[in-house]
């Protein structure tokens, strides 16, 4: 119910806030909070800290691009395929993980050794990726929209609606994923993966449907986030861009779906909104870091949450 | 083209004595704390400048700059652990993302300090020896050999001292230990700021070498740590060989293929190690 | 014969845990296996369960070979076992655990249908059906009281019957109970021992080890005595309690 209302306020906003700077943060809030959204199906429904997700998200971005200039696809072909792309690779790199029981830290680390081998790969592919300097994206995909035909999607207003509908659209798929029996095995997995495995939940199938279904969210994202943004660059499969969904899910709560969207709207406006030079910006985005995991675990939902239920007693 | 890999195995050898020292912190704190400090290359980036910083601005001596750096960097160590890691013994994840904010917290601070200009030290001991018509020089050699001095001592200590045994048992069996007499706080505690100093100890050495820039942690944590695990986390001196191993991969590696890939073979030494031989190359050793 | 053991042998590190042993269990039996502590009792229901491999010998369920299969697999077809210290999803409720465990159920009934209840969640009564047996595993375990309490608040007592009711969900044919009267209050024994002879008058075959020997007694139809990871003596509980070689076993432990 409270998700219904928070989608139809923000559906509503652009009739009352016209600031096309306003609007534009929200753009990248609401593809990043989709981000934020499906990584938490790996992480804080299935317990498994995956570092694999800037390279879903940047490896798609590469690949949307790429089908759309050598085969000549359109944009919505492209991330298709792209998809396609992200998921075989996730079911590589989940089954080497999940098949030799990697857990816990040795997961982290295997899953971010092969991001950033997907990293070197686009760095350094220079005839295909142009390297360092990444791609400008001048085209902007195709979208009908009723009454006006196929238009092109322009502009922050026509962004804002349909990032808000695919973080919506991720947030519905989400919510009846955990609500269903697989999520009841994401739970086992997360909480007992032994007893879960006793109780006959296939332990490896679940955890590479968590890891498969929270990559390709992300591969949705990065083809969406590289042509809102206007270019595409090797940073899109960082380090940095796994551990700034970390820090968003972490922020936002890890306990409740749209939880990460409330991370990622903070950690993304937070820096547009107090005018900080890069380096004050990252010890800034650091003490949140820390002040989150030492004083608020649970994140900003889960210690509302907390307040709410206290309150009612 | 045989002095060209000798001169590699040389140069490797060198940067992979670096990883190793860092790769001993990861290694001690992991077994006492159970958390990766990934901000112990934030540390050394500290131990780096505090060395160029108090030869070059305030006039000391290089010898003495060392020990003042790490002296400070330790006593950062100690404010780390007091206000921060003290709350996430045993908790991996959280340990991981504490110390990933405490390198954004670092780094930004350095870059506001110091700037993104590398800076460079004078030459503090000038001077190369010829060895069999190869060029090597003095500076890196005396490194090479402190840092090894170093981590053959914190062996040693380890293995032969009374606080050695306590924390190898406290390694093994946290709750026996305990009962034991082990004073867990202040050996968890200790091991961190440990570690610390040991980065700090590789940063000021570091910065007789090369050129310094408040980012160079980022590299050397995750070559300590692929090190770390490539020998087997809890291995003192497998992290040592670890860090050589992969140093002397990436030097050599480099003659033959592109060196756009050198960042690349730990990482596929990383993979092939956890998958194959997930307790390490040097299982079964202390 | 429904479940067989042969030849199983289970070595650690030079240390035999289960040696050489063979047994068979027929359908609707109920067999007791006792012996003292680190007689290698845990270590054949771990075999047996597929959370060990063992070294050597040959699991036998339904003409199958079943040894080294994984423990999803082996609960899937029928074999469950329980944990000796109750192994539970701390932060979820009573309810919410039954829910988990009745995975196979769902998987059971609707195979790979089960799928299309991510998109429509009334496929097949698959909800409907999973509660109700949830509710009635609840009713029989005596565990109503508790539904909606978190399993980290529970009493030990409650925490063993949930084990149980976890593995009833799983509608096993054999299951397999690690001393599942160990650290509880005669009631609670006498709840339990209710709850066990509902279960073999429904049909279910079931294998329980316990290191003391009254609550078996009473309950099974066939004991079997291990010592050392071997077998002593098998036949009516009365004839191996009087067996000479398991009177030495345990007086074996008392002196030692």
């Given at each position: 119910m409270r998700l219904v209302l928070a989608a139809a306020a923000f559906a509503l906003l652009p009739l009352v806030v016209k600031s096309d700077f306003i609007l534009t943060i929200l753009v990248f809030s609401f593809l990043l909070g989709m981000l934020a959204v499906g990584f938490n199906l790996i992480?804080?429904?299935?317990?498994q800290l995956s570092m694999f997700h800037a390279a879903a998200f940047g490896i798609s971005a590469y690949a949307t691009y790429l089908s759309m200039t050598?085969?000549?696809?359109s944009f919505w072909t492209g991330m298709l395929i792209a998809s396609a792309l992200v998921l075989a690779l996730s079911v590589i790199v989940g089954t080497i993980c999940f098949r030799f029981r990697l857990k816990e830290f040795y997961f982290a680390v295997v899953t971010l050794a092969f991001s950033e081998m997907a990293r070197l790969v686009v760095l350094n592919w220079n005839g295909v990726t142009n390297g360092t300097l990444g791609i400008i994206l001048q085209e902007k995909p195709n979208i009908w929209l009723p009454g006006q035909g196929l238009v092109k999607l322009e502009g922050t207003l026509m962004w804002y609606y349909v990032s808000l509908v695919a973080l919506a659209l991720t947030v519905i798929v989400c919510l009846r994923l955990v609500n269903s029996w697989m999520g009841r095995c994401f739970a086992a997995i997360r909480l007992n993966d032994e007893l879960g495995d006793t109780l006959g939940i296939n332990v490896f199938r679940y955890k590479l449907a968590a890891f498969v279904v929270g990559n390709i969210i992300a591969a949705i994202t990065g083809g969406l986030y590289a042509f809102y943004l206007g270019s595409i660059e090797p940073g899109f499969l960082s380090i940095d861009q796994s551990l700034a969904i970390v820090a968003m899910v972490l922020l936002g709560g890890r306990g409740a779906v749209a939880a990460p969207v409330i991370g990622a709207l903070v950690l993304t406006a937070l820096p547009h909104m107090i005018h900080l030079g890069a380096e004050l910006r990252s010890i800034v985005y650091g003490a949140i870091l820390i002040l989150t995991i030492l004083l608020m675990p649970q994140g900003i939902y889960g210690t509302l949450a907390l307040l709410g239920r206290r309150r009612a007693v | 083209m045989g002095q060209l890999i000798v001169g590699q195995l040389l140069n490797g050898a060198i940067v992979g004595t670096l990883y190793g020292i860092i790769a001993l912190g990861v290694t001690l704190t992991f077994g006492i704390t159970?958390?990766?400090?990934?901000a112990l290359g934030a540390f050394m980036m500290l131990g780096c400048y505090m060395a160029w910083y108090l030869t070059d601005g305030v006039g000391m001596p290089y010898p003495v700059a060392v020990v003042g750096a790490v002296a400070i960097t330790s006593l950062a160590g100690l404010v780390a652990d007091q206000t921060l890691f003290r709350f996430t013994r045993n908790n991996l994840v959280n340990g991981l993302l504490v110390s990933i904010g405490l390198i954004a917290v670092m780094e930004g601070a350095a870059l506001l300090i110091w700037t993104s200009t590398p800076k460079n030290m004078e030459y503090v001991w000038p001077g190369v020896f010829m060895v069999a018509g190869l060029v090597v020089p003095k500076m890196k050699l005396l490194v090479v050999a402190l840092l090894l001095a170093v981590i053959l001592a914190t062996y040693a200590a380890l293995t032969r001292t009374w606080i050695g045994r306590a924390a190898y048992a406290y390694a093994q069996n946290p709750e026996a230990a305990e009962l034991m007499g082990v004073r867990t706080k202040l050996l968890q505690s200790g091991v961190v700021v440990y570690s610390t100093g040991l980065a700090g100890l590789g940063g000021a050495l570091y910065a007789s070498l090369y050129s310094i820039d408040p980012t160079l942690g980022a590299v050397y944590i995750l070559k300590a740590v692929e090190a770390a695990i490539l020998a087997g986390i809890g291995s003192v001196m497998g992290s040592l060989f670890g860090g050589v191993l992969l140093g002397v991969t990436e030097g050599v590696g480099s003659i033959y293929l592109p060196i756009a890939f050198r960042d690349a073979y730990g990482l596929v030494f990383l993979v092939a190690i956890l998958l194959f031989k997930p307790a390490g190359l040097f299982a079964g050793r202390k | 014969m429904l479940f067989e053991v042969a030849n199983l042998t289970k070595r650690f590190d030079g240390l035999?845990?289960?040696?050489d042993l063979s047994f068979s269990i027929a359908h609707g039996e109920i067999v007791g296996v006792f012996g003292p502590n680190g007689s290698g009792k845990t270590t054949l229901l771990s075999l047996i369960a597929g959370m060990l491999v063992p070294t050597a010998g040959r699991i036998v369920w339904k003409d199958r070979e079943i040894q080294g299969a994984k423990p999803h697999d082996i609960a899937a077809a029928g074999v469950v076992k329980t944990f000796q210290n109750p192994q539970l999803f701390a932060e979820l409720s009573v309810f919410e655990h039954l829910m988990i465990a009745g995975h196979l159920m769902l998987k059971r009934r609707?195979?790979?249908?089960?799928?299309a209840t991510l998109f429509n969640p009334d496929t097949g009564h698959a909800g409907a059906d999973l509660e109700k047996r949830a509710t009635d595993v609840l009713r029989l375990c005596r565990l109503e009281a508790a539904?909606?309490?978190?399993?980290?608040?529970?009493s030990y007592g409650e925490e063993k019957m949930l084990g149980v009711a976890m593995a009833l969900m799983c509608e096993p044919e054999l299951l397999l109970l690690d001393e599942p009267a160990s650290g509880l209050g005669q009631p609670e024994i006498e709840n339990l021992e209710a709850v066990l002879r509902d279960l073999r008058s429904h049909g279910t075959t079931l294998c329980v080890i316990d290191h003391k020997v009254g609550f078996l007694g009473k309950l099974a139809d066939r004991a079997i005595s291990l010592h050392h990871g071997a077998k002593i003596a098998e036949g009516t509980p009365a004839q191996v309690l009087n067996d000479p070689r398991v009177i030495a076993a345990y007086l074996g432990q008392h002196h030692a």
């Open positions: 992480f804080g429904y299935t317990g050598h085969w000549g696809t | 159970g958390i990766v400090n990934f | 035999t845990a289960v040696a609707l195979g790979w249908r089960r799928a539904r909606d309490q978190a399993a980290a608040g529970l």
